[in-house]
Each structure stands twice: as C-alpha cells, then as structure tokens.
C-alpha cells in the first residue's frame, strides 16, 4: 500500500506537468489568451517596443531619409536627429501596444502561427508540401502598423505588404509544390529506360508543366506589383525589390525553357532529351531554392520558430505528451484507488496518506514552478529585460499553478474525509451533528456533494484527453462510494432515536 500511494505521487507529479505543457503547447486559444496575457504587460510591452523599433529601423535608412529633407549645411545634423526619433519612435510603439488594435495584430500573428503548428504535427506531410515545413510568427504587419504610426505613407506600407503577401502565400506555394514535383521527376528519370516512359512518368511531367504554368502566371502578377511600388520605397528596400525581380525575371525565363524541354521529352524520350530536361531542372531547382531562402520573401517582418529539419523531434516529443496526458492522471487515480482497497481493515488511514500524497506532490509542482522561474529570470540578457522575462513566466507558468491548486482541492478532500471518518473526539461530534441528515435525507446529502463537484469542476483549468475525462469519472464515483460509506458508519453509530438525533 506505501509503496502503490509513493508511486503514484510520483507520478502525480509528472501528470500535472505533463498536462499543463500538453495545453500550454497545442491548445490554439490558451496559446493566444496566454499572448494576449503577455502583451498586456507593461515591462513586456517596453521590450517588445524596442525590437519592433529595431525591426523598422533595419529595413528603413532613417539617416539618408533625414539628409534627404535637410539642407546641405545642416545634414550632419541627421545622425543625432535620426537618434533622436528613434527614442520617439520607441514611446510611439509603446503607446501602440498598449492599445487593442495593435495587440489583436499580435494575436493574430500568433493564432496562425500555432494552427500552422499544429496543421504540422497533425499531418507533416500536407504541411510540408505547402509550406516548405518551417513555423513562423508573421509579426510584418505589427511593424507596418508602427511604420504608419510613426508617419509612413499608408499607401506604400500597404503596396509593399502586397509584394510580401504574394511572395509568402501564393507564389511560395507554387515554388515548394514545384520543388517536390522536381525532385520526385528527377529520381524517376534516372531509371527511366532511353526511348520509353511510363504511365507514371509521364503524368508526373504534365503535373510540372501545370504547375510551371501557374507559377510564371503568379511571377507576372509579381512583378507588376513589385515595379507598381519600386520607386515608392526607402533605398534601402528599393535594392531588395530589384534584386527580386532579377530572380523572377530569371526564374520565369527557366521555366519557359523547361517547359519547352519536357515537351520534347513527350514526344520523343531520347538520352539525349532525357539529360537535357534533368540539366535544366537541376538548374531551376537550384534557382528556386535560392529564391525561397532570400530574406525578401523571408521578410524581416518574419520569425522562424521551427525549421523542417527538426519535424521529426518536435513531432516524438508531441507524441510522447499526448500519450503521457492520457496515461498518467488514469494512472494515477488507479494506484490511488488500489492502494486504499489493499488496506483492508484500516481505509481511513490509507486515505489520509493517500491525500497526504497528493497534498505533497503539489507543493513539489509549486516548488518547481518557484524554482524553474528564478532560473528562466536569470538567463535574461540584461537587468532591464528580467522584469519582462519574469512577467512571461509567470504568466506562461500559470497554467501549472492552476493545476496543481485544482489538484490540492482532491488531496484536501482525500484527508477530510479521512479525518471525518475517525474515531476522535471532534470527528465523532461532527458525525454526531449531520447524523439526522446523512442518515434520514439521503437526496438532499448527494445533491449537495454533487453541487459541491460541479463547483470544483468550474475551475478545471482545461480538459485536452479521455484520460482526465475517465479521471471525473472514477472520481465521481469515489466521492459517492466515500459518502455512503459515511452514511452506513453515521447510522450505525446514530440511529434513529438515539442522542446523535
């Protein structure tokens, strides 16, 4: 009995951990409620001023724009003027995120950031083919917001998040498509026989050349955005967009010429049209590659949380939660349950062990939570950022805490009813008090346990598996098996008539 209650305080430990990392990672809405909670602080908020300020400043020259509206004999002025509105810049970003328009610009960065999460997870290889397998958080138009704060030209801001919205989402798509078909194309040509191609071969050709198609349809529509905002952009910026449109220009002429090539593959397969075709998509592959990884279509206004090499860690450790989340509070609750039926002869004192195990197994919980915080602040980079990494931690962590609180609530009620049970002096008394209820109102006993659960259960901090929900059950069924068992003892040692009545 020691041993099966030690155990499964243990265990109880890495359940509650278990579960709050399981909703804290792949819950969509307690991963945006947690953001917002993160936003709304203000040490958070001042950190993050900075980094948006940070991110503006790297793509716009804030100097050469000065120079350029400054007379000549006072344009060496333009460095401490520069300097001087990047603090104002850092008080405008300030004031913004402290507003819910710019916050719900967050929020919804991070809302499809995590269903991209768990679109992977859930299915790595449709994820993969569309995307190209990397997580990002999409914080672009957070800064466009801040640009247009600090005076930018709405037009422009909004021109250019054109440009990037139609080289992250649809012509991104087509490429990453067009790179798998290339590949799986290739590997096929290399054992395709001079003279002859198969069934199989052949579709996979007429898939790319659509394919193609619409890739040099989604490059053109690129390109007259690109040359509609070229001339309305920072330098800075202006080169990117112009280094971009030598990449399109350059990957759409390939594209005609492999289309031209797979068509001679279709009607005459020969070696010598074989190995030009495989030439020329070795090149276009190459090119697209180096397409998909420049910073433009990265943009700086995107943040890669997960890259595709590391898919197949994230998705065992996912794995190993979710099956943890549900293996573990069942588990636990069993061993619980089976400890107190092996103490024949002596239940109420298994009981209240088994509620001391519980009771203890939170404190660690809490402890850790302590413990892992002080060390999580101490990693910050500076004393001015520890406030803000505080202040994410405990309101990340918070999850933890409600769960081992809620937890607490079972321990407590584990060692009350242990205690009500006993042959004491106060316990006999209380006894003695609800005997005329417990014995002679039993509708009105149960409805008020059964109130008084479905009060607990209003704090439940979330419900992610079958396994918690089996747990409700069985505890259910605990506390009404505890409750007759009072009622059975109350009445035998009260019965009607008597002076306990």
Do not use: C
């Not at 109130?451 to 505890?475: K, R, S, T």
């Amino acid at each position: 009995m020691w041993t099966l209650i030690a155990l499964a305080s243990v265990l109880l430990v890495f359940s509650i951990s278990a579960n709050w990392v399981q909703r804290t990672l792949l819950n969509t809405d307690e991963v945006v409620a947690t953001t917002d909670a993160i936003v709304d602080e203000e040490d958070v908020q001042e950190q993050l001023s900075i980094f948006l300020v940070d991110q503006l400043y790297a793509n716009v020259d804030v100097q050469a724009q000065i120079e350029q509206q400054l007379p000549d004999p006072v344009q060496p002025l333009a460095a401490p003027i520069g300097a001087a509105a990047r603090q104002l810049a850092n008080e405008v970003a300030r004031r913004a995120l402290a507003s819910p328009e710019f916050q719900d610009l967050i929020s919804a960065a991070i809302r499809r950031s995590h269903e991209r999460f768990v679109g992977l997870i859930r299915d790595e290889g449709t994820y993969v083919a569309t995307t190209g397998g990397d997580v990002t958080i999409d914080y672009g138009s957070a800064v466009a917001d801040l640009a247009i704060r600090l005076g930018l030209d709405p037009e422009t801001v909004s021109a250019v998040q054109g440009v990037v919205q139609d080289l992250s989402t649809n012509l991104r798509e087509r490429l990453s498509e067009a790179q798998a078909r290339i590949e799986s194309l290739r590997a096929g040509l290399e054992q395709a026989q001079a003279g002859e191609l198969s069934s199989e071969l052949r579709e996979r050709l007429q898939a790319l050349d659509a394919n193609a198609a619409q890739a040099q349809s989604r490059i053109a529509g690129l390109e007259a955005r690109v040359e509609g905002v070229e001339d309305r952009v920072p330098d800075q910026l202006e080169g990117r967009l112009s280094d971009l449109k030598r990449l399109l220009a350059d990957l759409d002429a390939r594209l005609t010429g492999l289309e031209q090539r797979s068509d001679a593959v279709l009607d005459d397969p020969s070696q010598a049209n074989v190995d030009a075709l495989d030439d020329s998509l070795a090149t276009l592959e190459a090119r697209i590659a180096t397409l998909l990884d420049r910073q433009v279509v990265q943009n700086p206004g995107e943040f890669v949380v997960i890259e595709s090499d590391q898919l197949d860690g994230v998705q065992s450790l996912v794995q190993a939660l979710r099956n943890l989340g549900f293996v573990l509070p069942l588990l636990v609750l069993l061993l619980y349950a089976a400890a107190l039926y092996l103490a024949k002869g002596w239940r109420r004192e298994a009981l209240i062990r088994a509620g001391g195990g519980i009771l203890a197994a939170t404190v660690i919980a809490l402890l850790a939570r302590r413990l892992i915080g002080n060390e999580v602040t101490s990693l910050a980079g500076s004393e001015a950022v520890e406030p803000a990494v505080a202040s994410v931690w405990d309101i990340l962590s918070g999850g933890l805490r409600e769960r081992a609180l809620f937890v607490l609530v079972i321990g407590l009620g584990f060692v009350a009813g242990g205690l009500l049970a006993g042959p004491g002096r106060h316990a006999t008394a209380v006894r003695s008090f609800l005997a005329p209820y417990l014995r002679d109102h039993p509708v009105a006993v149960y409805s008020v346990v059964a109130g008084l659960f479905l009060l607990w259960l209003a704090f439940i901090p979330g419900i992610d598996n079958l396994g918690q929900v089996l747990v409700i059950v069985l505890l259910a069924a605990l506390a009404t098996v505890g409750v007759e068992a009072l009622r059975r003892q109350t009445a035998r040692e009260f019965p009607s008539g008597s002076s306990g009545s």
